[in-house]
């Protein structure tokens, strides 16, 4: 559903942009290679971080589903070596929730094997908060964006 927040691009625009992670990728890599090295844990981690961060940021459609790649590095980069960044790391994965519940309408898709009518209370939640789901969606996302960056950020900060 379009919600009117942007006008719409040149289609040519939308491929471009949907292709943009690609040397972004691999531009961070290379960098993330330089800085940290792989030979340590820590640089190993911080790599990884690096390379994960740079894919959610520059991905044009990233599902809920991939933050765990990121949930599981950062445990073990907060755990270890940064504890500083915990307050990120949670904000991260408390946005991600909500917009896990937010974005399967409060988690009733997960009824399908007990509930087999999941779809028609699917269908009047959209009828009733559809429009606001999206927007929550959209705003969520975009949370997620920048508590990456944010990540991302401190791991340009951070020691070598």
């Not at 087999?116 to 959209?126: A, C, D, G, H, K």
Request: avoid cysteine; aromatic fraction near 16%.
């Amino acid at each position: 559903m379009y919600l009117g927040i942007m006008q719409p691009l040149a289609p040519s625009l939308y491929s471009i942009l949907g292709l943009l992670w690609i040397p972004a990728l691999l531009v961070m890599t290379v960098w993330a290679f330089r800085r940290f090295r792989v030979e340590t844990d820590y640089g190993l981690v911080q790599t990884m971080l690096v390379v994960t961060l740079a894919f959610l940021i520059f991905k044009s459609r990233v599902t809920e589903q991939y933050s765990i790649y990121l949930f599981a590095l950062s445990a073990i980069d907060v755990a270890l070596w940064n504890p500083k960044r915990r307050s990120t790391l949670l904000a991260t994965m408390a946005v991600a929730l909500i917009y896990l519940i937010v974005n399967n309408y409060f988690l009733i898709r997960f009824l399908s094997p007990i509930y087999p009518n999941f779809t028609q209370v699917e269908s009047e939640l959209y009828q009733w908060i559809g429009p606001v789901r999206y927007a929550a969606d959209f705003l969520l996302g975009s949370m997620f964006t920048i508590l990456n960056i944010r990540y991302l950020v401190a791991l340009f900060k951070a020691r070598a």
